[in-house]
């Protein structure tokens, strides 16, 4: 293999890295943080359309379904707010 | 009093093998009183059978004065599952015509709620951003690094020049930029950022549900994008409070102002029999109302867009709660582009 090539090989594998890194980045920059909200915590384990509930304030319970909003599933509440 | 007069002109070569209307709205003043604002809206309807009879269309009369910026038109547009068929062109003006905006941040530690904005993180409340909730900050989010404010004179670290907004109000916020309160200010953006949307005239129901995304969610009939959920964890990660208006509603530079929650301030559209009253409509032409009817009850049928259908609005969204931080779950009607 020539040099030309080989700078090639190494230019195209270091290209690979950095796509993969701003990919990665881009990523958890995207799920960053959704594991502090309820509403989203709740359809951690679930699938698109599965019932979901969580409770805020000790005693106040949601109840919804898990929806994707942007890249995650959200458990978008779709009946009154009930007082546990 | 404001009273409509509606002419209609039929066009016998209109594409898509329909006629079009022209609707000359004229809001005058019809008792004599000259102070009365007057606007010419050129709207081309095009006559089309409509899929679901029973759903109303989309009333470009809604709007509030001043919400949009341009002639409302329709155009031939194509929805998301293929189907052609007509569209309104909105533009909104990105600054609301029913309110005025802000205020944000306080200046510092002995703020009052009267003087400041809201915030809100999806957890159920809805906090005033006075200076005790700014001292707050770290037991709230159980996180010592948060220090919103200087120690020694009370004051709070606030985002006030175009440089530190455009700086704050993005990912990967510097840390020079970090343990602030975000606002900015439309001056900074020469006034409302204009935003244009296709809406379908007659919404049609899409099979199964479409997800919500990044854009906007719709529009509101007071000239303001509805936007999907605040990033709030990424602005929390960045120790920073990107505080909205007591309308719900925030700028950065990209976007201008917009809201990221139902407080009331653009329904502006009552229903006579108690329901709630319409805001503005989602991306697929179904009408967003407010959460509660006029008895402060909230509908028990919503399906898992936060959607319902009744005989005199046919299918139609109720916002969630400011603190839920979302208006709607998803779109049931087909959406353009």
Redesign the interface.
């Known amino acids: 293999m020539n040099s030309i090539a080989i700078k090639y090989v190494k230019v195209k594998k270091t290209l690979i890295i950095l796509c993969l890194f701003i990919a990665s980045s881009c990523i958890l920059f995207a799920h960053d943080g959704h594991h502090t909200n309820k509403a989203w915590k709740a359809c951690d384990k679930k699938k698109l359309s599965d019932s979901c509930r969580y409770v805020l304030q000790d005693n106040m319970l949601y109840k919804g379904t898990c929806r994707q909003v942007q890249e995650d599933l959200l458990c978008v509440r779709n009946q009154p707010i009930e007082r546990l | 009093m404001v009273c409509l007069m509606l002419t209609l002109k039929s066009y016998s070569s209109f594409k898509q093998h329909t006629c079009a209307l022209t609707l000359l709205l004229i809001l005058s003043g019809c008792s004599g009183d000259n102070s009365d604002t007057i606007e010419d809206v050129n709207i081309e309807v095009p006559i089309e059978v409509p899929n679901d009879t029973n759903q109303p269309e989309v009333d470009p009369f809604a709007f509030a004065s001043g919400a949009l910026t341009e002639t409302v038109i329709t155009t031939a547009c194509t929805l998301s599952d293929g189907t052609q068929t007509s569209c309104y062109q909105f533009t909104i003006a990105g600054a609301p015509a029913t309110h005025e905006v802000g205020m944000f941040c306080p200046s510092d530690i002995y703020a009052t709620a009267d003087e400041v904005g809201i915030w809100f ?5 809805v906090y005033d951003i006075d200076g005790e909730f700014i001292q707050n900050l770290a037991t709230l989010y159980n996180d010592s690094n948060w220090q919103l404010y200087n120690t020694e004179t009370g004051l709070v670290n606030v985002t006030d020049t175009l440089e530190k907004c455009d700086g704050a109000a993005r ?1 990967n916020v510097d840390i020079s930029l970090q343990n602030h309160c975000v606002e900015c200010a439309l001056e900074y953006l020469g006034g409302g950022v204009e935003a244009t949307y296709l809406i379908p005239v007659q919404p049609v129901k899409a099979n199964t ?1 479409t ?4 854009d906007d969610v719709g529009l509101s009939l007071n000239g303001v994008a509805i936007a ?2 605040a990033p ?3 602005i ?2 960045a120790y920073t409070i990107a505080a909205f208006d007591d309308c719900a509603g925030h700028i950065n530079p990209v976007a201008g102002y917009h809201y990221h929650g139902s407080a009331g301030c653009s329904e502006i559209v009552t229903e006579e029999d108690g329901h709630a009253a319409l805001m503005g409509y989602a991306l697929d032409g179904y009408g967003i109302y407010g959460m509660l009817d006029q008895q402060g ?2 509908s ?1 049928d ?5 959607g319902h259908e009744d005989e005199t609005r046919g299918y139609h969204y109720h916002a ?2 400011i603190a ?1 931080n ?1 208006f ?3 779109y049931s009607g087909k959406i353009a582009g």
Not at chain 2, 121 to 125: A, E, I, L, V, W
Not at chain 2, 211 to 214: E, L
Not at chain 2, 302 to 306: G, N, Y
């Open positions: 993180d999806g957890n159920g409340q990912p549900p997800s919500i995304g990044r999907p959920p709030v964890d990424a929390l990660g009850a909230e028990t919503l399906d898992e867009c936060r969630a709660t839920e979302m709607i779950g998803c």
